[in-house]
């Protein structure tokens, strides 16, 4: 079905129907009839599409969410192992094809500000377009070094983050001409 002919068909049986005068010829009026069912099968190629479409969605969502629960589980098992690592003292876990190690986030540590950026002294703070102040950290954090005094009362670093970094020790071997 093209829109294009059906508008083309309308247009051309209106003008003949107009030309005379509203006088239907067979021709006419099975062309006339013709257009409910094609009006339908318009109807029901957009219905059918649509229906797909919006089942297609619905699937992709259930597909999302059911990643999502993966991903949950993934990372509680990596969480629980980094945590059995921490509370065992072990820097490393060996498998029979894997290994783990623990490993620190690299890059500069964030700060936790213990008080609000307008209660910072003045050469620890900087002041935006709107008077509004923001902390100076590269200053924070270089005073934390030095350990300034009553800095502590004013931010601490924060703890850097642990995830596990995983291996394959049999790959190892065979990459060190084991």
Same mark, same amino acid.
């Given at each position: 079905? %093209? ?44 219905? %059918? ?118 291996? %394959? ?6 990459? %060190?001409?084991?």
């Amino acid at each position: 079905m %093209n829109i294009y002919i059906l508008t083309e068909e309308e247009r051309a049986l209106e003008a003949l129907l107009i030309q005379q005068e509203g006088q239907f010829t067979p021709e006419q009026s099975a062309a006339l009839e013709a257009l409910p069912k094609k009006i339908d099968g318009y109807y029901h190629v957009i219905t %059918n599409h649509d229906g797909s479409a919006d089942a297609l969605e619905a699937e992709a969502q259930r597909l999302l969410d059911r990643a999502a629960a993966h991903r949950k589980v993934a990372r509680g098992a990596e969480a629980y192992l980094l945590k059995y690592c921490e509370t065992q003292g072990k820097q490393e876990l060996h498998g029979v094809l894997h290994h783990c190690h623990v490993k620190e986030a690299g890059g500069v540590l964030g700060l936790k500000l213990l008080v609000p950026a307008e209660q910072l002294p003045s050469h620890y703070r900087r002041e935006s377009l709107k008077t509004e102040y923001s902390a100076d950290q590269e200053k924070i954090r270089e005073a934390i070094q030095r350990q300034v005094e009553g800095i502590e009362k004013i931010a601490v670093l924060a703890e850097r983050k642990k995830s596990l970094a995983w291996g %394959n020790p049999a790959r190892k071997k065979q990459s %060190n001409g084991g």
